[in-house]
């Protein structure tokens, strides 16, 4: 079966850390661009990271830059987001991605079912 | 950033209605523009990308349209499964922004 599983959610007190996973099956995982998306109540859906297949080419969205690194291991079809001095604003549902198609055609294909990050004390 | 606004923030039909949800960007974004679908306790799921391209197994009552700035995504005959709420992305710059989303409830 094609699909993305996210872990590495849960409760972590303001300025903490955590680091998540997202496992592809089903495909050929180092061929694909892979993203980070999150989604709050309050702030909707928000793009949050991406990395190419060799791990060569990685953008964030500012809010996150300096704190979350993404990184890869096609060896183990996983994508990992690494979430440092983690505050309150980060606290949401995150998905990993799947992109399809090149230029213009470029999607997010495949979804996994999200993990969620709590920031609280 | 590149911003997109979508119009209406939610609306409310009935089935067998003709939806438009349109969406505009802050700048000009050729068409890289998708549409997603979001159902509760569900992840997005692409419906249109490239603007007008439908993605795979959606019904043919959904299409897209626009470039540059104004994009529209269409239901031509509401379904009772297309209650949902509708995001697009953009995919010309960095990072790739969402629009706030349209609820579409009966």
């Known amino acids: 079966e094609v699909q993305l599983v996210e872990s590495g959610g849960g409760l972590v007190a303001p300025g903490g850390s955590l680091r998540l996973s997202c496992v592809g099956s089903g495909f050929t995982f180092g061929n694909y661009w892979m993203h980070w998306v999150r989604q709050s109540p309050e702030k909707g859906l928000v793009w949050v990271s991406r990395?190419?297949?060799?791990?060569?080419?990685?953008s964030y969205v500012d809010s996150v830059k300096g704190r979350f690194t993404v990184s890869r291991d096609n060896a183990k079809n996983t994508v990992y987001l690494q979430m440092d001095s983690l505050s309150a604003e980060d606290t949401a549902l995150y998905y990993c991605?799947?992109?399809?198609?090149?230029?213009?055609?470029?999607?997010?294909?495949?979804w996994g079912q999200g993990t969620l990050v709590t920031v609280s004390s | 950033d590149i911003q997109l606004t979508q119009s209406p923030s939610s609306l409310s039909a009935s089935v067998g209605d003709r939806v438009s949800i349109t969406c505009r960007a802050s700048?000009?974004?050729?068409?890289?523009l998708n549409w997603y679908q979001q159902k509760p306790g569900k992840a997005p799921k692409v419906v249109i990308y490239?603007?007008?391209s439908l993605a795979s197994g959606v019904p043919s009552r959904f299409s897209g349209s626009g470039s540059g700035r104004d994009f529209t995504l269409t239901i031509s005959s509401l379904h009772l499964e297309d209650f949902a709420t509708y995001y697009c992305?953009?995919?010309?710059?960095?990072?790739?922004?969402f629009g706030q989303g349209t609820k579409v409830e009966i």
């Open positions: 992305q953009q995919t010309s710059g960095t990072p790739r922004t």
């Open positions: 991605a799947r992109r399809d198609g090149v230029g213009p055609k470029g999607h997010l294909a495949l």
């Open positions: 700048q000009s974004i050729s068409t890289y």
């Open positions: 490239g603007a007008s």
């Open positions: 990395i190419n297949p060799d791990g060569s080419s990685i």
